[in-house]
């Protein structure tokens, strides 16, 4: 392999890591506000009502974007595995 192709290929395998620690840790800490989420069922009232809705659009938007950090390190496992292909066929 040639120098600047093993450069960018660890650059790219750090990066793929970097998203691996980051989703665990996104899912983590969803996990987290989950289980908090579920002691402000016994709230009743207005307010209760309010902040129950504006956690559960949080909700989704961390699915969301968690859905995304996946996508993404998706396209960079199959952009990784294309340039050692690319790289052994010269």
Known sequence: MSREILLELDDLL???REL????AALRSDEQEARV???RLQDW???SA?????QI??????MS??????EEQKSALVQYVQ?????????
């Open 14 to 16: 750090q990066a793929e």
């Open 20 to 23: 691996t620690g980051l989703l």
């Open 36 to 38: 908090m989420y579920a």
């Open 44 to 46: 009743k009232g207005q």
């Open 49 to 53: 009502n309010v902040l129950r809705d």
């Open 56 to 61: 559960e659009v949080f909700f989704m938007e």
């Open 64 to 69: 969301r974007r968690i859905r995304e950090i």
């Open 82 to 90: 294309y340039m050692k292909q690319v790289d052994g066929a010269s």
